[in-house]
């Protein structure tokens, strides 16, 4: 079994600052970390499992008061569980919805990109002897290319 974690030990593992973690726990994210004699925080293998769970709550962008209530509902024990269970699917269906726009989003600058690219494939690059003849080069670009909406 993993030993017991220092602060350090566990902002080094986690990304996350001492700072954080005494947030954290001061907010009722963490509940209570043990301690040593001395009074220095010693994170327990369960403590470990829980931030890795809150970091993936907060990589979901799930709000802080979200999870404060997760949290909550977690320490008050087992007859929360099927709230606990809702309020994931709750978020699950969140996170989806926000992955399905930024999906469009991509696809939306995948074709701008691909608009660009055409554009500048119909820009040819001046020589010293085409100087003269600008007015014959743009005529060679698409009437509205690089003037579609959004440019």
């Known amino acids: 079994m993993e030993p017991h974690l220092s602060i350090d030990e566990v902002a080094r593992r986690t990304g996350l600052t001492a700072h954080t973690l005494r947030y954290y726990e001061r907010i009722g994210l963490i509940g209570p970390v043990g301690r040593t004699a001395s009074g220095q925080r010693r994170y327990a293998p369960s403590n470990m499992a829980w931030i890795e769970f809150l970091l993936r709550l907060r990589t979901t962008r799930m709000p802080i008061g979200k999870m404060q209530?997760?949290?909550?509902?977690r320490g008050a024990g087992?007859?929360?569980?099927?709230a606990r269970r809702q309020m994931l699917e709750e978020h699950?269906?969140?996170v989806l919805t926000e992955i399905e726009a930024m999906r469009c989003a991509a696809d939306a600058l995948h074709a701008k990109i691909e608009h660009y690219r055409s554009c500048e494939q119909c820009l040819a690059p001046e020589s010293s002897t085409e100087r003269g003849n600008e007015h014959e080069q743009r005529k060679s670009v698409p009437a509205g290319a690089g003037e579609a909406e959004g440019d």
């Open 69 to 73: 209530a997760f949290a909550a509902l």
């Open 78 to 82: 087992d007859p929360t569980v099927p």
């Open 92 to 94: 699950l269906a969140e």
